[in-house]
């Protein structure tokens, strides 16, 4: 099974990486949308920062959970 595939099962068994995936795709655009932008303020700098590093904490969990399905249905 593929890793697309396994996201298709976790997304509709797993509430966790429902979520966890539904908040990562959310701060996609928002991290999108701030780098359109020409010129950003300093909080808004910081804000894309912690935003960049919300969205990188949520991918390292999605992938955990990717992991923990292929251990357990190797």
Do not use: C, W
């Not at 990188?56 to 923990?68: G, H, Q, S, W």
Request: hydrophobic share 35%; aromatic share 2%.
């Amino acid at each position: 099974m593929g890793e697309e595939e396994i996201v298709g099962v976790l997304d509709t068994e797993n509430e966790e990486f429902k979520g966890l995936h539904e908040e990562h795709r959310v701060l996609k655009a928002k991290l999108a949308e701030m780098k359109s932008k020409v010129h950003l303020t300093p909080e808004e700098e910081i804000e894309m920062k912690n935003t960049q590093k919300l969205k990188l904490t949520k991918k390292d969990r999605m992938a955990a959970l990717i992991n923990e399905y292929k251990k357990s249905h190797a």
